[in-house]
């Protein structure tokens, strides 16, 4: 899943968006309001992380002008303010959760993790299964059968983007917008080793290649 980060603290940030990378997420990071709105309203991003006291444009504003454009991207929004009126603000404005400052890494993932279910419409399950796979999109663990398989962390995004969307054609380019960051400019055929990867792990027959088109994971 891509991930913007909207932050002025540019430490805090930093280490955000290193810790969310590892996890396998594909994270974009600004310092400011105004460019914070104009890249959220790309419409390409998964989850929008939201502080409030920003320069430019405050969270509230941002995260309003977002919803009276009619973007429904989850928005997890942060301050180092605390009350009960900062809160109920941030959730008025449109944003779907809210994190004081200084909070815990672990409880921001947890957090993420969960609007990110919550927008995928997985009846609240963060287990897909297909056939003898089963994707745990929460622990971030994959079975087959019985037998775990471990990936490494992009192995696990790329696989993700395409189980959240099973039987349908997922294109390269939506892969590397969605697990590789917004500064990637590498070979667009790295796409390829990691299929080639999951295809060794979990079988060949799993994901399909659609010819000029992209890859489709078997539903079944």
């Not at 396998?24 to 460019?35: K, M, R, S, W």
């Not at 672990?106 to 993420?112: D, E």
Request: proline residues 2%; contains cysteine; aromatic residues 6%.
């Amino acid at each position: 899943m891509r991930l913007l980060i909207v932050e002025d603290e540019k430490r805090l940030a930093v280490s955000l968006a290193k810790g969310l990378g590892a996890e396998g997420y594909a994270v974009d990071v600004v310092h400011d309001g105004l460019e914070g709105l104009h890249r959220a309203s790309e419409g390409v991003y998964d989850l929008v992380v939201l502080d409030i006291m920003l320069p430019g444009m405050n969270g509230y504003r941002v995260c309003g002008a977002l919803r009276a454009a009619g973007h429904d991207v989850p928005i997890l929004m942060l301050t180092a303010k605390d009350g009960e009126y900062d809160e109920a603000e941030g959730l008025d404005t449109g944003a779907d959760d809210y994190l004081t400052k200084p909070f815990s890494y672990v409880v921001l993932v947890a957090r993420i993790k969960a609007l990110l279910r919550r927008r995928g419409g997985n009846g609240g399950s963060p287990v897909i299964t297909l056939g003898e796979i089963k994707v745990d999109t929460a622990a971030r663990r994959v079975h087959r059968g019985e037998t775990e398989v471990t990936l490494t962390a992009k192995e696990f995004a790329v696989l993700e983007q395409l189980a959240t969307r099973a039987g349908a054609i997922v294109s390269k380019s939506e892969i590397l917008e969605h697990v590789w960051d917004f500064a990637y400019e590498g070979d667009p055929n790295i796409v390829e080793v990691y299929i080639s990867a999951l295809r060794r792990k979990l079988g060949a027959a799993l994901i399909k290649t659609v010819r000029g088109a992209g890859y489709r994971l078997e539903s079944k």
